[in-house]
């Protein structure tokens, strides 16, 4: 068997609302993707769902309740594709702009590409305006610390090569997951690409999880990575 192009990690806990519709998109977008399921400790129908439409050449993985991060790396120990993509079970996001990631990769020979929700024109209809202006200023906080110009860091799609994203001495076991993967892909030169994507965040009542804590978690993350990484540097003159 061919390795795959594109193996996608699929976290989810208690998205049995969601999960069987993102299945069939998925399969429908990128029907040759290796896809892994991740069950981070559901007490919903959300494993059943997920093991009834599951296909032969995929994975089902389960482990008790530890986060996003945690499930992700689960997932990527098991990962085959040339490129590793997240891919949250809520919706959010369109498989349809997966095929456009993966086809960016190839063309310009890219290690890493996030999937912008900003530089595609579209409808904000955040649930609430300190969410849309929270992932703004943390941008803009990575950007000014690690002298990059990205626009959306936050974004759940990012697409690795998976042996990079192996290497990557990943630790957050929650949301700073993304915060990390993108801090420690810089602090190892790799320049991330960008393209716009399509988005419909949902609401609270819909079952989003993100708080306003994460928002502060993520920038210790920031600050302290810097730091560690400044340190580092005046050690080894």
């Known amino acids: 068997?061919?390795?795959?192009?594109?193996?996608?990690i699929i976290p989810f806990h208690n998205e049995e609302r969601t999960i069987a519709e993102l299945m069939r998109q998925l399969i429908k977008a990128v029907p040759e993707a290796e896809i892994i399921y991740v069950d981070d400790g559901s007490t919903d129908t959300s494993l059943a769902l997920v093991r009834a439409g599951v296909r032969s050449h995929d994975l089902v993985l389960t482990q008790r309740n530890g986060g996003k991060g945690s499930a992700v790396i689960a997932g990527l120990l098991r990962a085959t594709g040339e490129y590793t993509l997240i891919q949250d079970a809520d919706l959010e996001y369109d498989p349809m702009d997966i095929p456009?990631?993966?086809?960016?990769?190839?063309?310009?020979?890219?290690d890493a590409i996030v999937g912008s929700r900003l530089l595609r024109k579209q409808e904000r209809a955040f649930d609430t305006w300190w969410y849309y202006v929270g992932g703004v200023f943390c941008t803009w906080v990575y950007n000014v610390?690690?002298?990059?110009r990205l626009t959306d860091m936050h974004s759940c799609y990012k697409l690795v090569r998976t042996?990079?994203?192996?290497?990557?001495?990943?630790?957050q076991k929650g949301f700073g997951f993304d915060t990390e993967t993108i801090v420690l892909l810089?602090?190892?030169g790799i320049h991330i690409l960008e393209r716009g994507i399509s988005y419909r965040p949902r609401s609270r009542a819909e079952g989003k999880n993100i708080r306003w804590k994460d928002g502060v978690h993520c920038l210790w993350l920031l600050f302290s990575l810097r730091i560690a990484s400044l340190f580092a540097i005046q050690q080894s003159r």
């Open 100 to 110: 456009l990631l993966l086809q960016m990769a190839k063309e310009k020979c890219a």
């Open 1 to 8: 068997m061919s390795i795959p192009h594109l193996s996608i």
């Open 163 to 171: 042996e990079l994203l192996r290497l990557l001495p990943l630790r």
């Open 145 to 148: 610390l690690y002298n990059r």
């Open 186 to 188: 810089t602090l190892r």
